[in-house]
């Protein structure tokens, strides 16, 4: 009888955090975003809400929301590819309010 080798726990991690994720639109969004996005672009931008496929997504500044309405058609694109079906409609993007220094009260 031979023992078969030991999986990967990695593999068991991530099927136990897809079943504890919750099943939303704007879970499984942010679940694919890195990879439908890039790098770069993450760094910039989140995903934080979404309402009726209209997609809200939080970016570092001004010029990145402008950027990334620009870019709508192409990330939405990218989205339902990664989801496998239309379910990302629009995106609405803004910048995230200014930090306050420690200092200031």
């Given at each position: 009888m031979s023992r078969r080798a030991p999986r990967p726990v990695s593999?068991?991690?991530?099927?136990?955090?897809d079943d504890l994720a919750p099943q939303t639109l704007?879970?499984?969004?942010?679940r694919v975003w890195k990879a439908a996005v890039g790098e770069a672009l993450a760094?910039?931008?989140?995903?934080?809400?979404e309402s009726?496929?209209?997609?809200r997504v939080t970016c570092?500044?001004?010029v990145w929301?402008?950027?990334?309405?620009?870019m709508?058609?192409?990330?939405?694109?990218?989205?339902?590819?990664?989801?496998?079906?239309?379910?990302?409609?629009?995106?609405r993007c803004s910048a995230a309010p200014p930090r306050r220094w420690a200092s200031e009260g």
């Open positions: 593999m068991s991690i991530q099927s136990l955090a704007l879970a499984r969004v942010q760094a910039e931008a989140t995903p934080t809400g009726g496929g209209t997609l570092s500044s001004s929301a402008q950027e990334l309405d620009l709508s058609g192409e990330i939405r694109a990218q989205l339902n590819a990664k989801l496998g079906g239309e379910e990302v409609l629009a995106l």
